[in-house]
């Protein structure tokens, strides 16, 4: 069974920092392009970035709104993909899903699965 | 960054009924648009991807029209497990964006 298990959420002050991490299991991560995607309180959807899989290069591209503040990375001999989030904001607060995008011979893909989420909450 | 604007933001719909969900790109996308249902709670689940395609196990009832910049999601027959909120994504661009939803509820 494909499974997503997001940890690492929580509070955080304004200005702080958190590390989310998300355990894979199930697939191959080795060659999974992994992303982020949140969710404001009562609000859409929102995709934070990627990291292609090492055979596509490794690379990583953001979203605007976190370029510059959060990184992710992936320990594939852990099978584990991790958000660092680094001078966090009010507007950052949402709940953080890992999910893996369907890329096919490196196009952009949906996402299929997704993690139960981890809630972030930035707050003084 | 590619706009994706979906109407109507809520639907009310009886059960049995047919409901049509619209999504539409700033641009472009092609047929690279994939719609999602997600439950208060939970997280997306994907329904079809490829504007048309439904994915492993989402029943016939659902299925998904159009190309370039109009997009529509039918539920042929609404069930009571269809109520939910539906979002649209495009992947044509590598900045992959969500329209905002359309909650369809029970009228």
């Known amino acids: 069974e494909v499974q997503l298990v997001e940890s690492g959420g929580g509070l955080v002050k304004p200005g702080g920092s958190l590390r989310l991490s998300c355990a894979a299991s199930g697939f191959t991560f080795s060659n999974a392009w992994m992303s982020w995607v949140r969710q404001a309180p009562g609000k859409g959807l929102e995709w934070v970035g990627r990291?292609?899989?090492?055979?596509?290069?490794?690379?990583?591209d953001y979203a605007a709104p976190v370029k510059g503040r959060f990184t992710i990375s992936r320990d594939d001999s852990k099978n584990t993909l991790y958000l660092q989030m680094n001078s966090l904001k009010t507007e950052d607060t949402a709940v953080y899903y890992c999910t893996t995008e369907a890329s096919v011979a490196g196009t952009f893909a949906w996402f299929d699965p997704w993690g139960q989420g981890t809630l972030v909450t930035v707050s003084s | 960054e590619i706009v994706m604007t979906q109407s109507p933001a809520t639907l009310s719909v009886s059960p049995g009924e047919r409901a049509t969900l619209s999504c539409r790109a700033s641009q472009s996308v092609s047929s690279n648009l994939a719609w999602y249902q997600q439950k208060p709670g939970q997280a997306p689940r994907l329904l079809i991807y490829?504007?048309?395609t439904r994915a492993t196990g989402i029943p016939a009832r659902f299925s998904g029209s159009g190309s370039g910049t109009e997009f529509t999601l039918t539920i042929s027959s609404l069930q009571s497990e269809d109520f939910a909120v539906y979002y649209c994504q495009q992947y044509n661009n590598w900045w992959l964006t969500f329209g905002g939803g359309t909650k369809v509820e029970i009228k």
């Open positions: 990291i292609k899989s090492k055979t596509d290069g490794g690379t990583t």
């Open positions: 490829g504007a048309s």
